[in-house]
DNA sequence: GGCATGGGTAAGCGTAGCCTTACGTAAGTG
DNA sequence: CACTTACGTAAGGCTACGCTTACCCATGCC
């Protein structure tokens, strides 16, 4: 998910069901590029389609949006747990909480 | 970040201050390889350098990682915003909040 | 001063990944 | 049945990037 028109493509498809034609409009790529990245995507579990006569139907796939979201968490709290237990351990506790600033919202 | 021996360095560092062939040790590649990783993840800002005789010992720098954090949540909940108001668009909101599972801790 | 240790940097290689063009295919339309 | 539309897929080129080897610089030690 590292590159920039996976992610527009992705970003697009997160305001709607859309067609490949569709979110190939509007971006500077080819509509084969697009594709290819929607097989990606698919694969990743974040996509699924939809039959919808000759066109097919990408939506954002809500479960693999949580997965995804879960993989990430556990990631970061991961490394910041160790960072925080490292810093505990070298400096005495005067903050408990080593400027961690952003609270995620939602 | 998306490279996973970059991601075992940060790991490793996120553990504590080390120097580079410390983190070197462990890790299936070279000292220089290393060094390359801790130049990008310092030019990044995710990473601070001290000088210890002829060793560099490198820390996590919290104030970046901060930085990283609201880089994705900003990425996050743009898109997830979007899907959420996609969503409630088409469907009438029985359930208002469309399975977004896990909630980030910490 | 001479040597050893610890690291950064340059040059080059190999691969992965993104993109394009060209082509093949299934579903509508007359 | 042609023809068009909307795709997917194959093959190839190009670039980015991670790794290695080789080299150079700084610091500590005798």
Request: proline share 10%; no cysteine.
């Amino acid at each position: 998910m590292g590159d920039g028109t996976r992610r527009a493509v992705f970003e697009r498809l997160a305001q709607g069901p859309r067609a490949v034609g569709d979110i190939a409009d509007g971006l500077p790529v080819s509509r084969p590029a697009v594709s290819q990245h929607l097989r990606v995507l698919r694969d990743a579990g974040l996509v699924v389609v939809t039959k919808d006569g000759t066109r097919r139907l990408y939506e954002v796939d809500p479960g693999g949006l949580g997965a995804l979201r879960r993989y990430l968490d556990g990631f970061w709290t991961e490394s910041l747990a160790a960072f925080k237990a490292a810093a505990e351990a070298t400096a005495p506790p005067a903050t408990p909480n080593p400027t961690i600033p952003t609270e995620p919202p939602s």
